[in-house]
């Protein structure tokens, strides 16, 4: 796996093991509720930084395969696996890379953790941005969460990365026992990006909520996005769900609720920006499947490969890092429009 | 109002009826459901058309405000209206066009519909593609709808937009009844885009749905995105929410259940694709609310404007034009891939 | 003709006037020496202006054309003229607005010189940024010019925009020549941009020198571009091309001569930047001409329309123009690059 | 050295030697005109082909460095070369890769000429387009070419890539002259591309001309770009300059003289491409120079490592390369125009 970063500002002290610490959060086997693929995932960073400083250059990093066997895809080769971009990726190219899921692998989010980390790091140094991500809900078991106050380590404390211990425990049942079914079960991620300057985003087309929509959906197995009240806002009316505001400490309003989420007409309001993202369940299960071979004709499957029996505690450090990245990309993008004196 | 559509390709017969059309079903004042302000939004194409065909440059279109009443916008001027885009405009720019909700008035959307419309007519003369959105909830009132078969023509029979007749009725009281205490309501639409060709999409970061839930967040009062089994997808099993392939007509795999929506790994796989948005109830109410002055000092608001109590009869000709958008693109950029022959 | 500008940043005091007085230097009708054509090429804003305030949204400004005679571009109809966009314009699309040359019309240039006005009104109130153009050279006859002293006003003074008095005189005998000939003729102009800081450009593919070859080569009848020493420096050794540095005055090395052109690596060195921009004479010409028709038969031509016997004197403006555009996207590029603090 | 090259095609048979052929050509050591540094430049593809063909997914190349001496470049650590991008790097990001020039040496010429071999490949399947340059000028030695029947074999006959044998034999003879006396010499790059179909480039910004003028200075060293006439082409007059049309065989237009290099109003039309490059003298020499220190301190400085006396043979593939991916992004471009049927 590879992956470049470009756009990263010149002199952010930056050292390999910083970006390590969020990959060993995402990669496999760190804990039976994942693939039990053993990956080390050690990062390489190959270009872009002199010194331990950033150099305003392309930061180029590789993460080499270990665990790979490609005879195990082998079965893979003439037919198309259920609700995974087998058969799309050969309607669209024509050929496909058959052997461990090419491109559409989920290996390919280490490259948007690895470039989440850098973002994440210059986000903190430059505004003290924080942004925690956590496991909200695994099928029917959901999670009471204090969004002001929950942080990074009490998430990883949990190995489904719930802080909430009692939610946390009845998802790791029930992750066991789908897992021992060979089945697979869904969830929603929930995110709160803290600290964000008020400022950030476009007015019409790359609304901030509209980047991290597309930063979200374009996750493997996402099928959902909400911002602040989401789906759950239709329920109420207008005077029900406007956020008042009222005046803040800093001579700027605030809002006591934040059913905007943090974002108003696409820009970002100075509260905590919460977003879900809903993950499907995955598609790989041990249960014998009907598909279809390349020619067309009807064929069993029943994958045998080593598969996650639910995403969710991995795709907690790929939602932040997608968050960073989305943010990194509007705080620098504003510099470029708060340019001339204050009237 | 003025908008500029490039990338259209030469030759595409083009009349300013067929835009106006899809205005029309946009434009406020057309049914008690909207606000009562009154505009023709008739469009005028200055450039890009060249005796009924599109030139292959940029066509661009305007619409003139008729019915503005700057005044009516007097006592936004010094305060931010709650869940608006007052505050992170001023706080984004340092100045704000306070008459008229400036940059940020859902009159915007006039330009999504005018260029929608084009991309709709290109994708139904290229390939047959046929978008149809509808109100698929109004706060807690759902309706049934056939995506196989349902027409813009049947959306169209209803005040509120909504195929389901009997639901229709229900969406239609309950505007009324919010309308009537000054307050507002928000909901669902639902869009299905049929005869979409497998292969549109990329594999990674502008994946179909990623660029669809980018463009629904884009909107105005959008507060989340779903495809196919979205949110409800969570709590189904692995081996409940695959979509088994079975041989197709037309040599190519199809899938009798879609809660795929119709993309698999960010590309089209040739089944309809199906996507939710949700709209949260309008921010201006007539009900008084708390909210802050510009130099920080809390005042009360009751808006006298003139405002819809539910913007999703109007969001259905927007969703459609987003999508339509989206598609065309999306159309567009594999004619730069599927260049060499078939293997 | 309309333009809009995007990405201006909010705040800046712009009136109509400033734009207007560089429309004047480049409307047609200002002197004999120009095409007989009159146009008052009176510009409108028409958004992005807020109480003489940029709002930072998109800039949309209207040129509206007085003195067009459609009529006489009735024989352009079915012939292609030599060495204009007629038979490329068509070989593309498919079809052509074939009045008044469409699209290919150098009146697209309006639209460049509106909007590189704001840019230039930018890059003053910023970084005191100057850049000044003249006709260093029409046919054979060169210019002797001060490139540290030259202003917009000695430019100015002439009817060849040329601020050698001498070589002035002998320009504007040259195109009187050719005029009265119902022939043309082309040149060169230069252009100095003064007060650049260090550190604007890219170190690969969008250069200062590549994204202003880009822009010059994007002018109607340019065919070449020099930075620095240009085609001329070919001819030098290294050791006798090469600017020594010398220890400046502000902490920062300068060079006493400027081979470079200001600009090394693809970055600005805080020296002049220095370009040469070459113009074919005029395509459109009195003198009959073979061509071909749309159907591939030999015919003849003689142009009857109002044309310029050479463009230099107005492509000055143009060249400025183009030259502030790329000068203020890579300043505010800058902001995005320069964040972290010195190390 | 990596390099990323996107959007390419799938199905596209490509093997590693073919890539290799054009950095053969372009690798330092190759013959005695240029640097003695001797690397073998040898590629390795690692993403993007599959059976020996494209995926359609991004190719990832490495060329690892073999030859490189960092304490050859100590010297450069405290000081600015003359007419090198040491000091502008610094000035821009505020710190520097000093080691081997960091991001700026001409190393990174490799990516380009690694991408053009697919770009070439591309096109030579596509279309039939062959890619031609060669030096034209070396200091004041200028070369008598064939641009219609000149072959990349009859370039690479001779040590100065120059296909006129006497021309070459002075060019040699002068590159040898300013070798010995550790000096540094200039010149001219022409290349032709023929049998590009007509409808390539865009009418206003993004014409074929200006994408090329952008992709040539792009090049370390180069100066100046020039598209048919150039800047020549000044000294004629309209009547002489314009390119009569006269009928051609395949019921398009053609044009006996090729004054407007193949591009008319940014736009191909059917006719060889012709282009120039001008390259500075190499700013590397033995020659002691004067400059100046990190702190702003006079200081002398006589390289001694190993460079080029002459960079034009070497330039030629990198013009190539560079030629082959603008042709090929424009003619990828094009298939999303030429969409519907001829009218």
């Not at 995403?311 to 990309?329: F, G, K, Y």
Request: glycine content about 10%; overall charge negative; proline content about 7%.
């Amino acid at each position: 796996m590879g992956v470049v970063v470009d756009g990263c500002p010149p002199r952010l002290a930056l050292e390999t093991a910083e970006i390590q610490a969020d990959l060993d959060r995402r990669r496999p086997g760190q804990s039976r509720l994942t693939t039990p693929r053993q990956e080390d995932d050690k990062v390489e960073i190959v270009s872009g930084l002199f010194e331990g400083r950033t150099l305003g250059s392309p930061i180029a990093m590789l993460v080499r395969n270990q665990d790979a066997r490609p005879g195990a895809y082998e079965e893979m080769r003439d037919l198309y696996r259920p609700s995974h971009a087998d058969y799309t990726t050969e309607a669209k190219y024509g050929l496909r890379a058959w052997h461990g899921g090419g491109r559409s692998s989920a290996r390919e989010t280490i490259g948007r953790v690895a470039g989440g980390a850098i973002a994440r790091k210059f986000l903190r140094e430059v505004a003290g941005i924080e942004i925690v991500a956590w496991v909200q809900r695994v099928q029917d078991v959901d999670a009471k969460v204090d969004l002001e106050n929950v942080s990074v380590e009490q998430v990883d404390e949990s190995l489904a990365r719930c802080p909430d211990g009692e939610a946390s425990e009845r998802m790791i049942e029930r992750i066991d026992a789908v897992r021992r079914k060979g089945d697979s079960v869904g969830g929603v991620v929930e995110c709160v990006a803290r600290s964000v300057p008020p400022g950030l985003g476009e007015p019409i087309f790359e609304k901030l909520d509209a980047d991290l929509a597309s930063a979200m959906l374009s996750l493997p197995a996402a099928k959902g996005f909400e911002v602040g009240s989401g789906f759950g806002g239709v329920a109420l009316t207008g005077s029900e769900h406007n956020d008042p505001f009222v005046p803040g400490d800093a001579g700027r309003p605030r809002t006591p609720s934040n059913r905007s989420g943090g974002i108003q007409g696409g820009i970002s309001n100075g509260e905590p920006i919460i977003l879900r993202v809903a993950f499907k369940p995955t598609a790989t299960i041990r249960t014998e499947q009907d598909t279809v071979s390349r020619d067309n004709q009807p064929v069993k499957l029943a994958a045998s490969g080593r598969h996650d029996p639910c995403v969710l505690p991995r795709a907690v450090p790929i939602v932040e890092s997608m968050v960073a990245l989305v943010l990194a990309d509007h705080w620098l993008r504003q510099r470029a429009v708060d340019v001339l004196p204050d009237l």
